[in-house]
């Protein structure tokens, strides 16, 4: 099952690391890092606009994006322990 139903983008830019881990991920989260992501800007919830990136850092996996609405920088950790694939 690769077939994800039109709901993230497919990461454009990560490197080997964060790829590995970005597919470990459930779609859920994957889901939240890329759509609900906080601009300190807007003070709102945004999608990350087109073309985030990602990379591992400290065993975390980072978003690095920018807000689809006034282009500030935002940054999005994801801690790939505690993303926990649903238990059924
Ligand atoms: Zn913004």
Known sequence: MVQFRNSVSDPE???LEAAL???????????R?????????CRDRVALAPGWAGRVE???LLLEGSCPRCGSPITRIIDATTAE???S
């Open 33 to 41: 890092a890329v759509n609900q992501a906080w601009c300190r800007n």
């Open 85 to 87: 694939p649903p238990s």
């Open 58 to 60: 400290a065993g975390k």
């Open 21 to 31: 881990l970005w597919a470990t991920l459930p779609g859920g989260v994957k889901q």
């Open 13 to 15: 830019r990560l490197s």
